[in-house]
């Protein structure tokens, strides 16, 4: 049997927004989006070189759901974006305005810096292995 995580759901305040973010400041690419209503889209994005996890975006419905824009974990890392070449990724994030609240360290599992998306999601930057 094998299983494989297929979409993560991100609730985000506006599609067009978190599109524009995900595409141009961290280079995911623009799997889907398809119009399902006029309130309602399915819009996924997919990191580059990813082949089977992707995010849906899925705009807030109502407020008990715009409560959780930002802050889906309670203030934990939500998502972790693995890398294979950490300093590449962070300097160009950096360059983009990508806001890091840790500074960049080495641990044995990798180098790793924290950094919030456009809602404030904490996010891992992590290259795998980086020094080994």
């Given at each position: 049997m094998k299983q494989v995580i297929a979409r993560i759901a991100l609730v985000v305040?506006?599609?067009?927004?978190?599109?524009d973010f995900y595409?141009?400041?961290l280079d995911f690419r623009l799997t889907e989006d398809t119009v399902?209503?006029?309130?309602?889209?399915?819009?996924?994005?997919?990191?580059?070189?990813?082949t089977e996890c992707?995010?849906?975006?899925a705009k807030a419905a109502n407020e008990e759901q715009s409560k959780s824009?930002?802050?889906?974990?309670?203030?934990?890392?939500?998502?972790f974006l693995f890398?294979?070449?950490?300093?590449?990724?962070y300097q160009k994030y950096k360059e983009r305005g990508i806001f890091f609240i840790r500074p960049?360290?080495?641990h044995d599992y990798g180098k790793v810096s924290v950094f919030e998306d456009l809602y404030g999601n904490k996010w891992d930057l992590i290259e795998p292995g980086y020094g080994k």
């Open positions: 305040k506006d599609y067009n927004e978190a599109i595409v141009n400041k399902l209503s006029p309130e309602k889209r399915w819009v996924v994005v997919t990191p580059p070189g990813a992707s995010l849906l975006l824009i930002g802050n889906q974990t309670g203030g934990r890392v939500f998502l890398t294979d070449d950490f300093d590449r990724d960049a360290e080495v």
